[in-house]
């Protein structure tokens, strides 16, 4: 099993300014994975995250936008550039072992104004 | 590449009763299908899951049914209790990737439970 501990837990934020969303696990993973999810939605796959190579990202989604960091295998962030209102969502980290549980961290609730 | 659509988007028991959450998925190469229970300002946590090889799985009040040749997958929650509501997620992985991209979870679109006492 893998604990994350996801920071902020929430924030609100002025249109036009970043927030950096932070992902510790408690243990060593390969792949770590950003969602969104709007109020009352499903999760949507931002990007997934490999240490020592670029994030992949899904369509819709672009690195200006959300750049990703993964320095090690036990962290990774989640850059939110330029906020719109159209970002407030929550920002959700993951971790998964090929076909195997994926946890989640508790989320971001991010609210831009 | 794999879709999951998800039935019904809310469901309202009561205490006591019996609740089944439908999932269909599109990509026959999928073979592992969670299902995960999110609280309230928490994130999914994963309460059951069944691989293509077997037809059900039970964990005390949960179960879980894949039909393979039909392609969907039901959660049943038996004796419900109002700590089981919560919006609970359907996902479906798929053992093939697709344009050199990993495979990962698809996710429904959710189901929001209430259990009224």
């Known amino acids: 099993s893998a604990v994350i501990s996801q920071k902020p837990s929430r924030d609100i934020c002025q249109r036009g300014t970043s927030l950096t969303i932070q992902c510790q696990v408690d243990s060593q993973v390969t792949m770590m994975f950003w969602y969104r999810q709007q109020p009352g939605q499903s999760l949507t796959l931002i990007a997934t995250a490999n240490q020592g190579s670029e994030a992949t990202y899904e369509s819709g989604f672009v690195i200006d936008k959300f750049p990703i960091s993964r320095p090690n295998l036990t962290f990774s962030t989640l850059t939110v550039s330029n906020m719109s209102p159209e970002d407030s969502s929550i920002y959700l980290c993951s971790t998964q072992e090929g076909n195997t549980e994926a946890f989640f961290g508790q989320g971001t609730r991010l609210t831009v104004v | 590449g794999e879709n999951v659509e998800q039935h019904p988007s809310t469901l309202s028991v009561q205490e006591g009763d019996s609740a089944v959450i439908k999932c269909t998925y599109s990509?026959?190469?999928?073979?592992?299908f969670p299902w995960y229970k999110q609280e309230l300002g928490k994130g999914p946590q994963l309460i059951i899951d069944i691989r293509s090889n077997v037809g059900e799985k039970k964990d005390q009040r949960i179960a879980v049914t894949l039909n393979k040749t039909a392609k969907h997958f039901s959660l049943h929650i038996t004796e419900t209790q109002p700590e089981d509501s919560a919006v609970y997620f359907c996902a479906a992985i798929s053992s093939v990737n697709y344009g050199g991209s990993q495979g990962n979870l698809i996710f429904g679109k959710g189901t929001k439970l209430s259990v009224k006492p």
């Open positions: 990509d026959s190469a999928s073979n592992y």
